[in-house]
């Protein structure tokens, strides 16, 4: 039931931001501005002031020269333009009789854009400008987003505070910590018995093999002795029974 209402009260958020998202597009709107203007276009540089103290905005520009004469034109950041000590060592873009363009703005960071026009021609240069400034709003997806929290991430939050106002007996970190200290002893226990068992084993073995070896060595009195068959007594009867044949 409590995730129902935080689902119901996370689409309503959602159905009022993008209410006031089309209320404040709709000021926006309001807000377009028209600037039309004609000048005369000598080799001396002429500033434009584009966005005066917009900061997040949309520009567009249409120039149109006079019988499409050629035309020199660039648009600079007013720190750009500070960079140079003297405009003609500006490298500006020729216009073959008209330009058109688009300038957007939305990253909620001031920069004062600037139009800057001349012409090389012995004769001024009429051109007739138009410049239509739309202020906008920066990145309004993202305060969007930062107004209104994601469901899953509130869920998740909440979620996450209830583990922390719970006994630690009753979160489930304490008993997989109690089940792998559990693991981990019974290892090393069988490890440890294991050892034991086989040390024992071995020594039992070395022992039995030190009982059946004599201390002392084998008596050979009555061993029997290796006799000379020329000196027995059988040897010595046959031989005079063979020498009385003889005779």
Do not use: C
């Amino acid at each position: 039931m409590h995730g129902f209402y935080e689902r119901q009260n996370y689409f309503l958020n959602k159905l009022i931001a993008k209410k006031k998202k089309y209320i404040r597009r709709r000021k926006i709107n309001e807000k377009m501005v028209r600037n039309v203007q004609t000048l005369e276009l000598t080799k001396r540089h002429q500033l434009i002031d584009l966005n005066k103290d917009k900061v997040n905005f949309e520009l567009k520009f249409n120039i149109v020269a006079e019988n499409e004469q050629i035309f020199h034109v660039i648009i600079m950041t007013q720190a750009e333009v500070d960079n140079y000590d003297n405009l003609s060592d500006i490298d500006m873009r020729v216009a073959p009789g008209k330009i058109s363009g688009t300038i957007s703005s939305k990253e909620n960071k001031y920069d004062n854009y600037v139009l800057i026009l001349r012409s090389d021609a012995e004769n001024p240069v009429k051109v007739d400008i138009v410049i239509d400034l739309e202020e906008v709003e920066a990145d309004v997806q993202e305060k969007i987003m930062e107004d209104i929290p994601d469901y899953e991430n509130t869920t998740t939050s909440s979620n996450a505070k209830n583990d922390v106002n719970k006994p630690i007996w009753k979160t489930t970190w304490f008993w997989v910590v109690i089940v792998f200290g559990i693991l981990f002893f019974s290892y090393f226990a069988f490890n440890y018995i294991s050892i034991r068992k086989m040390n024992a084993s071995k020594d039992h073995k070395l022992s039995a093999v030190a009982n059946a070896v004599p201390d002392e060595p084998v008596p050979v009195e009555n061993a029997a002795m290796y006799e000379d068959p020329k000196k027995t007594s059988i040897y010595n009867t046959l031989k005079d029974i063979a020498n009385a044949a003889n005779e």
